[in-house]
């Protein structure tokens, strides 16, 4: 299970971050905010192959010794990151892109929200929700 | 006789397939060897595969050892290299008798030992040479008899398990053929046991592989075995299938690892890469003694081995990454404990080793073009090389302790000895590691050229925020070295980052590692802005925001000169949400009172209090007059109250650089100069400036974001809204200033200043700009009716309104008005004076009235004040002919002399007059009558009272009255008839001046309130001079007459009166016979088409101007239609000689057109047109005008005035019947 989930908007500010509660909350904003790097480079790489068909999944953007950084690209350029623990080795790809498809579809319904504005931090019990389960249940 | 060569162990680097002992004639082989292994892998042979591989063309290439039986495999063997995998015997017999006596032994025996150890994999070479023939002609045999022999003998039915080769040695064709066909021979059996045998040990591995759960199951001991088989692939060149052993076994042992768990004592001396096989760590291995890094540290150099075989280089620093970050988690998992810095050495050994081990395979241009690939380590080395320093205590200013030296030998000891491959290279990862931890000053070095290296290959490839991170860590590295300096440079740019993307923590993390660096700098602007950023940051405790605003109120209250004052920017501290003018306008006049309140949001986590807190102002002269009140609709654009949007603090996303700021757009008018009208009209942005602002520039807009405080130019207005000590307590505060309103103009708001003690904080630019206005105005005396239109007279009121302005009205100060004779202003005993401001307020007014003057004293006003008082007057309506023809009356020009001014006010007001009057003649034979016709055009119903008509001449002249009504409704738009019969004794004046006079008054209301209406006007030539008289007689011998029939048509024209005086003078000539005649001429015209004149129609009569004189005229006429048909139109004119003086009287019609008041406007042109005339009624004959006044020289015909002419059958009809010729029936219906 994810220790951190990060929704990051187009022009890169943070949307939505939130992570386990009891580690530094700080060392996940450095983490996400880095990855950052990788997400453009791979966005650019599969820009320049690939056209409109492209895959939103990235995969591991990268590892660090004590976390796994994962990433996924909406067609309108808003980010995901979920940072797993490097210690779980039990999670397979194909979980990080159910985890993704989840938030994917979480997030469009904050999106469908009329009384949302787009580019606003979300703040969606609902998607809230849905991190919460995707994280590491925790004490 | 057989042949043994030694097997290499391990045969790794030989590319040589396997060992292939061989029996036989040793000598004979030896002689055969080289070309034998030469030629061998020289043809390449299709290797099909089990389980669906493809297959793949292999060189095959053998090592021959000399048959022994202790080399052939035992039961059980999994050594795979050293297997032989085919058996060959070696004979050149081709004698019989010693094949039987000798061979065929050997043969048997080594066929026996063969099958002892199951092996079915073997040949048997029978060499053949012409020598040999020769040498043995004496007991010859035929060849194939040894080889038949050798066949039946040993190859059951597998006669391919003998082979004759011919002549080796010698260099012919037959030779080389059956060379061929032994090769081909050699490599497909060989193949074929290969295969065989190495599907044999893969089942064997998988079998073992299934046991991993079974207690006892050694990982090392399974490890070795699908080792062999990499090994094996590895010699076929397989590199491929080789590296899936090995990262079968990786994935195997991850497995392992986490189910199980291993461990024990171990070295952390990295990576080894330089070996292509670490035979130290593989016997380790072997013997189950490896710990978990060794095991690991082998896998891992095989697998860069055979990568860098397979030219995948960069596959290994990808690998190389996961691999270290995987063997920290293992040892973490399984809680194996280390010294403490022993991973980290491990580590960073391993990162080094790896470039190092790259770096040798590739050139400089590939690595530079692949350092995305390297960086990784390269930042994963420098990472814990930080580590380790902070660890020894090589990280600070002062030399490490005792204790850090101790840890430090710990750890080196750890290392071991250097490997013997590096011991004599200048660099290596252990000297490099050595060196650093020897240090501080080494370990800086080293440090920093890795931190770099980093950074700058971050930066090639453009992950930038990677590159500011280890730049943030490099920082935090200066800082511990005392260097803030250093440090800034780096936090500044990982700041900038943070703040331009939005990201609050790291934001406020970086901050406050910037702020102790300025303090440390002790450059205290700075620190104090960064300080109050940070007091105002919502990601921090309370207690450290209290701490940071307590460093700028400690600072704030150090009493110090006046250089140590410090400008920091407003933004952070507090923040300006909303401006609210009072009164809304946002604009008074000069004097008055404005008050501004500011709602300022205080970002400080406790209250604070403020010694003063100034606006600046920018004062504009107003431009054009300053009358005030015309720039009205411009100042309804001032909205009292601002709202000013903060740009997000430093928590929220930098939405407004990222969509930009929001338009502000305005209406705007172009009016013409001249008369204020609309010409267009548009919309426009004001703040173009900012939206068309590129955004793909990095700096976002002096926000409070903004890394370093924006420069605050303090800009001394001379005017400023100020207020003392004022206290700002955490959250939204109201602050209430009183706005200089001294001198009239535009007064601009541009800065705020807060000032706490040594510190104050400037808001450099207040936008949206804000503005009120002054102004000046002055006095204003209008005067307008209370209620449209003013009647004329009737008592009017009418209402003054005084706009004090800046002029103060004193007690005694009085408006003089000058009386005029028309409009007399009514003294009125109770006039009271509204002062409005807008409060209400009252007092007396009192008016003298002298011949000349009416004086209006006003009471004590106060500057821009209203003061309204109303005043009645009446405007006497004129008699006479002087009224105008629109009944509208401008009373002239009253003029008004004010206290304020020298110059005399003109005041004009415009009255109606109620009643438009007209007046007619009536005739009938010699009576005469006059009726007098009064229209209300107002909107008001009257009542008239006291009609009377006098006659001011002639005293015997009695008008009597036929009106019944003493008093009557004049409604408004209806009109009123009155008659009267003008009665005369002796003779009836030419000339009639009448004076119509009537009372009036609104309706209901009492008999005070009756005004007098007077109407003047004059009749000429009233006498009735002739009597014309038609008469219409059948055709004779008929009764009636009939139409189509001729009738006569006689008129009689007759003289009533006498001439009279003037009538003689103006148109009679005498005649010969000394008779005074008149000439008149007749016309008779029908203009309805009912009759035809027969003849002529008109002629001129001499009437002698006598009384009674009578003229007849005949005139045939004959009627078109049957029916009652009216008269023709008789017409009577003057003639007037051509000698005759003109006499410009007035036309008929303009006497009645004179009197006659139609519409306000209408033009008097219209007198030939008969059908006006017709319409009034008038009873003159004379329908037609006269257009021959031009000629004067000519003679010329004028018409009577109305009533000179009465004619009797005027309307008369006369009954017509139908013609005789009654077949047609005519109907007529008009």
Same mark, same amino acid.
């Given at each position: ?139 | ?623 054009? &007059? ?115 309103? &001294? ?488």
């Amino acid at each position: 299970m994810a220790v951190c989930i990060a929704v990051i908007a187009k022009e890169n500010y943070p949307l939505y971050i939130r992570s386990v509660p009891t580690q530094n909350e700080l060392k996940f904003h450095y983490t996400v905010h880095t990855s950052l790097d990788v997400v453009e480079e791979k966005i650019s790489a599969v820009g320049k192959s690939l056209g409109d068909q492209r895959e939103l999944y990235l995969g591991l953007l990268y590892p660090t010794e004590d976390y796994k950084v994962y990433g996924y690209v909406t067609n309108s350029k808003v980010k995901f990151v979920i940072v797993v623990d490097s210690s779980n080795t039990s999670l397979r790809d194909n979980e990080i892109r159910s985890m993704f498809r989840k938030l994917h579809n979480s997030f469009t319904d904050v999106m469908c929200n009329p009384f949302h504005n787009p580019g606003d931090p979300i703040q969606s019990k609902a998607f809230d929700g849905i991190v919460s389960g995707m994280m590491v249940q925790t004490g | 006789e057989s042949v043994l060569a030694k097997p290499q162990h391990p045969l790794l680097h030989s590319q040589r397939f396997s060992a292939s002992p061989c029996a036989g004639d040793q000598s004979l082989f030896t002689s055969l060897y080289t070309s034998l292994a030469q030629q061998l892998p020289r043809e390449p042979m299709e290797w099909r595969r089990t389980y669906g591989r493809a297959p793949k063309m292999i060189h095959l290439e053998a090592n021959f050892v000399q048959f022994k039986e202790e080399l052939l495999p035992k039961e059980g063997n999994k050594a795979l290299l050293t297997f032989p995998f085919l058996h060959i015997y070696w004979t050149d017999c081709c004698d019989t008798e010693v094949y039987k006596s000798l061979v065929k032994e050997d043969m048997l025996r080594w066929q026996n030992s063969l099958r002892a150890h199951g092996s079915a994999d073997w040949v048997i070479i029978v060499v053949e040479t012409n020598d040999n023939k020769k040498k043995n002609k004496t007991n010859i045999l035929p060849r194939s008899s040894i080889v038949d022999k050798i066949r039946s003998d040993f190859c059951n039915k597998q006669n391919d398990r003998c082979v004759v080769l011919s002549d080796p040695l010698k260099d012919s064709s037959r030779s080389q053929e059956s060379w061929n066909s032994l090769l081909l021979k050699l490599r497909t059996l060989l193949l074929m046991s290969f295969t065989k045998n190495l599907g044999r040990f893969e089942d064997d591995m998988r079998t073992l592989r299934e046991k991993r759960t079974q207690p006892g199951w050694s990982f090392c001991e399974y490890f070795m075995v699908q080792e062999e088989l990499a090994f094996v692939f590895e010699m076929l060149q397989q590199f491929e299938d080789a590296l899936v052993q090995y990262d079968e076994l990786d994935a195997l042992f991850t497995q392992y690892v986490l189910n199980f768990g291993a461990g024990g004592n171990f070295g952390w001396s990295g990576l080894l890469l330089r070996r292509p096989i670490d035979m130290e760590k593989r016997d380790g291995i072997q013997r189950g003694e490896a710990s978990l890094l060794d095991l690991r540290s082998y896998l891992f150099s095989r697998q860069c081995t055979l990568l860098i075989f397979l030219q995948r280089p960069w596959e290994v620093t990808q690998r190389a990454l996961e691999l270290l970050h995987n063997c920290v988690q293992e040892l973490r998992l399984l809680e194996v404990s280390v010294l403490e810095g022993a991973l980290d050495c491990w580590v960073f050994l391993s990162c080094l080793e790896v470039l190092h081990r790259i770096e040798g395979c590739c050139d400089q241009a590939q690595l530079a073009a692949n350092c995305s690939h390297t960086v990784g380590l390269w930042a994963y080395a420098t990472d814990k090389l930080k580590s380790l320093g902070e660890l020894c205590g090589l990280v600070s200013e002062k030399e490490p302790t005792s204790e850090d030296l101790n840890r430090t030998v710990d750890l080196l000891a750890g290392l071991g000895d250097e490997r013997p491959e590096t011991v004599n290279s200048l660099q290596s990862p252990y000297k490099k590691l050595k060196e650093a931890l020897s240090s501080v000053e080494a370990f800086e070095r080293h440090y920093l050229e890795l931190s770099h290296a980093a950074m700058e290959m971050y930066r090639a490839i453009g992950r930038l925020r990677s590159a500011r991170l280890v730049g943030k860590s490099l920082a935090e590295f200066y800082m511990r070295k005392a260097d803030p300096e250093r440090a800034e440079t780096f936090l500044q740019e990982a700041l900038k980052s943070y703040v331009s993307e939005g990201w609050s923590l790291p934001v406020t993390h970086t901050r406050k590692q910037i702020a102790a660096c300025q303090k440390l700098l002790g450059r205290t602007e700075d620190y104090l802005q960064t300080s109050a950023l940070l007091a105002g940051d919502v990601n921090l405790t309370t207690e450290e925001r209290k701490h940071f605003c307590q460093e700028i109120l400690t600072f704030a209250g150090k009493s110090g000169d006046q250089s140590q004052k410090v400008t920091l920017s407003m933004g952070v501290f507090t923040q300006l949400t909303r401006l609210q003018f009072r009164p809304a306008t946002a604009s008074v006049h000069s004097g008055a009172v404005l008050q501004v309140e500011l709602t300022l949001r205080c970002l400080m986590p406790v209250s604070v209090h403020i010694q003063q807190l100034a606006a600046s102002i920018h004062f504009d002269l107003e431009r054009g &007059g300053t009358n005030g009140r015309s720039k009205g609709t411009q100042r309804q654009t001032n909205p009292g109250t601002v709202e000013f949007h903060q740009s997000n603090s430093s928590a929220g996303p930098p939405s407004s650089s990222a969509a930009g700021p929001p338009l502000e757009l305005d209406e705007i008018q172009d009016r013409s100069p001249s008369d204020n009208s609309l010409n267009s009209t548009g919309v426009v942005c004001k703040n173009t400036h900012l939206v068309m602002r590129r955004h793909d520039s990095h700096s976002p807009p002096d926000t409070p974001n903004c890394v370093s405080p924006p420069a605050v130019a303090m800009k001394e207005g001379a005017q400023m809204l100020k207020v003392q000590d004022v206290t700002l307590e955490p959250g939204n505060n109201s602050i209430i200033f009183t706005a200089p309103s &001294g001198q009239p103009g535009t007064y601009t708001l541009r800065q705020l200043y807060a000032t706490v003690g040594q510190v104050q904080f400037v808001l450099p630019h207040i936008y949206p700009s804000v503005q009120y206005e002054v102004y000046s105005q002055e006095p204003q005396l209008t005067v307008e009716p209370l209620s449209e239109p003013l009647l004329a007279g009737l008592p009017q009121m009418v209402k003054f309104t005084l706009l004090t302005g800046h002029y103060t009205v004193k007690k005694g100060d009085a408006l003089q008005l000058s009386n005029t004779d028309t409009m007399p202003i009514l003294p009125s005993s109770s006039c009271t004076a509204r002062i409005s401001n807008p409060l209400v307020g009252e007092s007396v007014l009192s008016i003298q009235s002298s011949e000349k003057v009416t004086s209006i004293s006003l009471p004590p006003t106060p500057p821009y004040h209203t003061l309204e008082f109303h005043l009645e007057v009446l405007c006497l309506i004129p008699s006479g002919d002087e009224r105008p023809a629109n009944e509208r009356l401008t009373n002239g020009e009253m003029s008004i002399d004010c206290p304020w001014s020298i110059y005399s006010t003109l005041l004009a007001l415009t009255f109606y007059i109620p009643f438009k009057t007209k007046h007619s003649l009536l005739s009938a034979g010699n009576r005469k009558y006059i009726q007098v016709c009064v229209q209300n055009v107002s909107d008001v119903n009257f009542t008239l009272a006291e009609v009377k008509l006098t006659e001011k001449q002639h005293a015997t002249l009695e008008l009597q009255s036929l009106n019944t009504k003493t008093q009557q409704l004049l409604c408004s738009k209806h009109s009123v008839f009155c008659l009267w019969e003008v009665r005369w004794k002796d003779d009836l004046p030419s000339c009639l001046q009448c004076v119509f006079s009537a009372d009036f008054s609104p309706l209901n209301q009492d008999i005070s309130a009756f005004k007098p209406f007077h109407y003047q006007f004059q009749f000429e030539r009233v006498t009735t001079l002739y009597s014309v008289r038609a008469d219409i007689l059948p055709p004779a011998g008929e009764q009636h007459c009939r139409s189509g029939l001729l009738c006569g048509l006689e008129v009689c024209i007759t003289r009533l009166t006498e001439p009279a005086e003037g009538e003689l003078a103006e148109d009679s000539k005498t005649d010969t016979d000394g008779l005074k005649t008149t000439k008149l001429m007749y016309e008779v015209a029908d203009s309805s088409s009912n009759w035809a004149v027969c003849g002529k129609s008109s002629g001129m009569v001499s009437m002698p101007m006598a009384a009674s004189a009578t003229h007849k005229v005949q005139i045939e006429v004959m009627p078109l239609f049957a029916g009652h048909l009216p008269f023709p139109k008789i017409k009577v004119l003057k003639y007037l000689p051509h000698t005759a003086a003109v006499a410009i009287q007035p036309d008929p019609d303009s006497c009645v057109e004179n009197d006659s008041l139609s519409l306000l406007d209408k033009a008097l042109d219209d007198q030939g047109d008969t059908a006006s005339i017709r319409s009034r009624g008038s009873v003159h004959s004379v329908g037609s005008g006269d257009q021959q006044q031009k000629g004067v020289a000519m003679p010329r015909l004028e018409p009577f005035s109305p009533g000179q002419v009465f004619n009797h059958s005027y309307t008369q009809q006369v009954l017509v019947l139908p013609a005789t010729d009654d077949h047609i029936m005519e109907v007529n219906a008009t």
